[in-house]
């Protein structure tokens, strides 16, 4: 894989994979399997990721975060956990397809892959912290389906167009680093709001 592929690819899937992990491994797998975008000689180091176990762990895991993305509360504790499952897991699945690069190389794309990840990843917590302080449950589902359609639609473009995806996606990112701080200052406001009221509650009761 030329350098500038590599980057690319490592760029697009850790961003894919920080909204969700599993989805975009899982995808990649099976495209890769069954060449179902004839991207087979292109993305030749991504074999690894057709292995059935691979295909199959993955995709189960999947099935979980789709179910836990839906429940209000639950996502948010879903997403707690993964704070470090999906960048760590991005550096290790871009680590494990670099096949024959230099050292300085395989430590770019392990770096650039887990900054992407860490990114959306944050941005989809502080999401999903704001939609969880409002009490009914259709913005979870809303958003947990526009998400899985973007990593879909993603790794689909990904994988056919991976160039002009990434630059997409380094668009979004630093998008993403400027809107993160005000997305977590309204955060903050929101949590001191719910605090004041659980402490006007808890006086009225007393």
């Not at 295909?55 to 979980?64: E, T, V």
């Not at 395989?106 to 009490?135: D, E, F, M, Q, Y």
Request: contains cysteine; positive net charge.
């Amino acid at each position: 894989m030329n350098p500038i592929l590599l980057l690319s690819s490592s760029l697009g899937y850790g961003t894919f994979s920080g909204v969700n992990l599993y989805l975009a491994t899982f995808l990649t797998g099976l495209a890769i399997k069954y060449d179902l975008l004839q991207v087979h000689d292109k993305f030749q180091n991504l074999e690894v990721l057709a292995n059935p176990w691979i295909i199959g762990a993955s995709g189960l895991m999947y099935g979980i975060e789709m179910v836990a993305d839906k429940i209000p509360v639950l996502d948010s504790l879903w997403d707690t956990v993964h704070t470090g499952i999906r960048p760590i897991g991005a550096m290790a699945v871009v680590l494990s397809c670099l096949g024959t690069v230099s050292v300085e190389w395989a430590v770019l794309s392990a770096l650039l892959a887990g900054t992407a990840s860490a990114t959306t990843h944050t941005a989809k917590l502080g999401t999903r912290l704001v939609a969880n302080a409002s009490p009914e449950p259709v913005s979870n589902v809303v958003l947990s389906l526009g998400e899985d359609a973007a990593v879909a639609t993603g790794m689909v473009l990904l994988l056919k167009y991976p160039y002009v995806t990434a630059a997409v996606c380094l668009f979004a990112l630093i998008t993403l680093w400027i809107v993160i701080p005000k997305l977590f200052k309204k955060i903050g406001g929101v949590f001191k709001a719910l605090k004041n009221r659980f402490s006007r509650n808890t006086q009225a009761s007393a």
